[in-house]
């Protein structure tokens, strides 16, 4: 674990994997419900957690630092389901590349329950894990420049679904109507970090329609396929740098950091 200083108020902490990030994202909120710090926003990364507003930085920067800090397990929580037609153009790109057909795909997808592990990108979009790392996919070699709001995708570790209108790169094996953004809604973010979420099928899908109750496990042993046609995977392990200008993952603006061309490093889409 690393705690770097940022401006005068605030601590961003590193740690070595999403999954620390998580657990260490669930047991600061832990201790601000408790009142044992205090700190206006803890924003969760790809492997890093900002506190933004502390009160005493130096002080908890030692704590930090000085000790193994116990980790909470991510809440449990209410699921969120997301009703979704897996028709995506990419799905028998990514059929191919994890060696199955396209209706295990579709079954997998939905036979697992995600964890929103960050926000980013764009508001409300936010980055899933839960399925294995042999499931991992790599983003397309060419971005599109427009992919339509509730397409559900995949890259790398993560599913994602765009929120809005916007450029991409990620593979896009599905749509829901779901909306994940709503400025009139309190809170605005149908999903926040920590939340659980769930991928219900609905409607037919390529050859025939998807069993809603076919949720059987993903199968922990299949061989990995992704990235056997030389792509590779996304690159996961790019440092993380969501948070370090204050902001958070979204810019004050609420604009996308995705390039004029659509490619970029992980935090794009």
């Known amino acids: 674990m690393r705690v770097l200083p940022v401006g005068d108020s605030a601590l961003l902490v590193e740690v070595s994997s999403g999954d620390e990030a998580q657990a260490l994202h669930a047991e600061l909120l832990r201790r601000r419900a408790e009142?044992?710090?205090a700190v206006r926003e803890i924003v969760p990364a790809a492997r890093t957690v900002l506190l933004d507003g502390l009160t005493d930085p130096v002080r908890l920067a030692s704590e930090l630092t000085s000790a193994d800090v116990p980790t909470a397990p991510p809440r449990a929580g209410e699921v969120v389901e997301l009703p979704v037609r897996y028709d995506g153009p990419?799905?028998?790109?990514?059929?191919?590349?994890?060696?199955?057909?396209?209706?295990?795909?579709?079954?997998?997808?939905?036979?697992?329950?995600?964890?929103?592990?960050?926000c980013g990108f764009a508001p409300g979009f936010g980055y899933l894990t839960g399925l294995p790392p042999h499931y991992?996919?790599?983003?397309?070699?060419?971005?599109?420049?427009?992919?339509?709001a509730g397409?559900?995708?995949?890259?790398?570790?993560?599913?994602?679904?765009?929120?809005?209108?916007?450029?991409?790169?990620w593979q896009l094996i599905g749509s829901t109507d779901t909306v994940l953004w709503d400025h009139a809604r309190v809170p605005a973010a149908l999903l926040s970090p920590g939340t659980r979420v769930r991928f219900v099928p609905v409607g037919t899908y390529g050859p025939g329609p998807v069993d809603a109750n076919d949720r059987g496990?993903?199968?922990?042993?299949?061989?990995?396929?992704a990235g056997t046609d030389g792509r590779g995977p996304m690159d996961a392990d790019r440092p993380d740098t969501a948070g370090t200008d204050r902001r958070g993952p979204v810019g004050a603006d609420g604009r996308s950091p995705v390039g004029a061309d659509g490619r970029g490093p992980v935090g794009r889409t």
Do not use: C, M
Not at 97 to 116: K, P, Q, S
């Open 35 to 37: 009142g044992s710090i």
């Open 136 to 148: 991992d996919v790599p983003r397309r070699a060419t971005p599109r420049t427009s992919v339509p």
């Open 90 to 118: 990419d799905l028998a790109d990514v059929a191919a590349l994890w060696g199955v057909t396209e209706r295990e795909v579709a079954r997998i997808h939905a036979g697992t329950e995600f964890r929103v592990a960050f």
């Open 151 to 169: 397409s559900v995708a995949l890259a790398g570790p993560y599913t994602g679904v765009y929120p809005h209108v916007s450029p991409g790169g």
């Open 217 to 225: 496990p993903v199968d922990a042993d299949r061989p990995d396929k």
